[in-house]
């Protein structure tokens, strides 16, 4: 199992996938510490207690990269038809699976956290700039942490099932973002009533992305999305097994 | 003794019946050319074989077991399958390096095996820069980096030029000469007739016959050609002669397992006119399509 972890990871490596998300991640954590530094209209003035919420900044959209990263590392098989080879070599194609939904969960966390140190030094440095000193001991800041920890990794296995449930890899990214961008949104103005919207995927990744202002407590949102992220998991793991690689 | 052993093997896909009740084997160190027209099933078969396709009914075994219940798969079957499964972005070695790492080999393997099918240059460039035949090569290569006694290659000819083809000739013999077991498909027996020992034929999805070279051979026939402007009077008589005769074109008859003098002698009595007879024997290609066009429509 222990070589077949390693084998996505080689995999991941030696694309230039993931080296294109990171410099993107980069690129993204600049504009937020830069927003969130300049637009300061009705939000406290900046203090040594800023850094988390700007540390915060590209959280949400690195739960939506490791989606992206699970969904690319299974659809991506079937794309270029390596899929044959992996079956070749791993012919229980379950233990394939699960070392997918080891792999890009990890890579996911580790997109995050590479993504939110630059985005810590980013800050500090900023507001050193002016003048002021940030707290890095901040028990605020190693919530942020574990938020985005708990999203990007349950959002890489949630990619991973989905993945293998659609395992057309266009289908797949399409379907996440007409999910993620119209249906919930549609479910939730006919549902009515944040009761019960709460309830959805995206609320359940809020919880941990943006507590604040989410209806879920972390414990329940991770929870929810861990469910999801099964559920899906099991399905896609089960048709995976079962259909004939032509 | 036999490695692989296909037995009652069927799948059916909707209404399409690829493979219908198919049995067959491949004794230890020969090299079989599995051969048919293009959608005989062949692809269906070897991705049954393989475990990647599950059969409708029957059984496809490797030493005899499944393939995915083989203990260590790569060391034990290579397989070429369809040229362009690599990711394009993923260079050749990094393509063998993944490979050997699910299947635990040494990185080392991928380097020896890009030299043993002359690919040692492109070793570090992306394989969607790749021409058809540098992937061929480069799918060999991949299904020899467990140093397999087992291959498994489907059309490996495809898309090769004549001196990829020459190339793969040499490649087999080499492998057979090791004492490998080798069943190689293709739709053009041509390409494998210069190495295979023996041939399944399948078509429609059904054995037409698994027979050695020499046989197959033997099957080649006498024909005398005829060209004459009264083909279609002459055919009649030649087959009250019990010699049986096809028209190939307006004016020509091929005549099937006779000489030159019994059709002159049957034309000249019955007055009917030659302008040319030629003798000249069938070829493999010939017993080869033949058989596989003789096959009833499929039920």
């Given at each position: 199992m222990t070589r077949l972890v390693r084998a996505e990871f080689t995999k991941l490596r030696t694309t230039r996938v993931v080296y294109g998300m990171a410099a993107a991640m980069a690129a993204f954590a600049v504009l937020t510490v830069a927003a969130n530094i300049s637009d300061r209209q009705g939000a406290p003035p900046l203090s040594a207690d800023s850094l988390p919420m700007l540390v915060g900044g590209p959280v949400t959209l690195l739960a939506g990269a490791a989606l992206l990263l699970g969904i690319l590392g299974m659809t991506g098989e079937f794309r270029h038809h390596t899929v044959t080879q992996t079956f070749l070599v791993t012919p229980d194609r379950g233990r394939v699976v699960a070392a997918k939904l080891v792999a890009y969960p990890l890579a996911g966390i580790a997109l995050a956290l590479a993504t939110l140190a630059f985005t810590a030094a980013v800050a500090a440095g900023w507001l050193a700039a002016k003048g002021i000193t940030p707290s890095m001991f901040d028990a605020r800041l190693g919530r942020v942490l574990l938020g985005a920890v708990l999203a990007a990794g349950l959002c890489g296995l949630v990619g991973v099932g989905v993945g293998a449930l659609v395992r057309n890899q266009v289908a797949a990214l399409v379907g996440v973002l007409v999910w993620v961008l119209v249906i919930e949104g549609l479910l939730m103005s006919l549902l009515n009533a944040p009761s019960l919207g709460k309830w959805l995927p995206s609320a359940a990744a809020a919880a941990l992305t943006n507590p604040g202002a989410a209806h879920l407590s972390r414990l329940g949102g991770t929870l929810l999305l861990a469910a999801y992220a099964l559920a899906l998991a099991l399905a896609g793991t089960r048709l995976v097994v079962r259909r004939d690689i032509t | 003794m036999a490695v692989i052993t296909i037995e009652g093997l069927s799948k059916r896909f909707g209404d399409v019946l690829a493979v219908d009740d198919l049995s067959f084997e491949v004794d230890q160190g020969t090299v079989v050319g599995f051969l048919g027209p293009n959608g005989a099933g062949k692809t269906t078969t070897l991705r049954m074989l393989l475990g990647l396709v599950a059969p409708t009914s029957g059984t496809a075994r490797i030493d005899g077991r499944p393939y995915r219940a083989l203990a260590d798969p790569v060391r034990h079957v290579g397989a070429v399958l369809?040229?362009?499964?690599?990711?394009?972005?993923?260079?050749a070695r990094n393509h063998l390096r993944v490979v050997a790492s699910a299947a635990g080999l040494p990185f080392a393997r991928a380097d020896a095996v890009l030299a043993q099918v002359g690919l040692a240059d492109a070793a570090q460039r992306r394989v969607g820069g790749f021409s058809l035949g540098m992937r061929q090569r480069l799918g060999l290569a991949t299904a020899l980096l467990g140093d397999p006694q087992v291959l498994i290659l489907d059309e490996p000819a495809n898309g090769l030029d004549p001196e990829g083809v020459h190339w793969l000739r040499g490649v087999l013999r080499h492998l057979a000469d090791q004492g490998r077991t080798v069943l190689v498909s293709s739709h053009v027996l041509a390409e494998v007739a210069q190495t295979v020992d023996q041939v399944v034929i399948i078509a429609r999805g059904r054995l037409v016959t698994q027979s050695t070279l020499a046989a197959l051979t033997a099957r080649t026939e006498q024909l005398v050609r005829v060209r004459t402007p009264q083909a279609a009077a002459l055919r009649p008589l030649l087959a009250a002669k019990g010699i049986q005769a096809h028209p190939d074109g307006a004016d020509q008859l091929i005549a099937v397992g006779t000489t030159p003098e019994a059709v002159g002698q049957t034309a000249a009595a019955a007055g009917v006119v030659l302008y040319e007879m030629r003798a000249e024997r069938s070829n493999l290609e010939d017993v080869f399509l033949q058989l596989t066009s003789q096959q009833g429509a499929p039920s």
């Open positions: - | 369809e040229a362009s499964s690599f990711h394009p972005g993923r260079s």
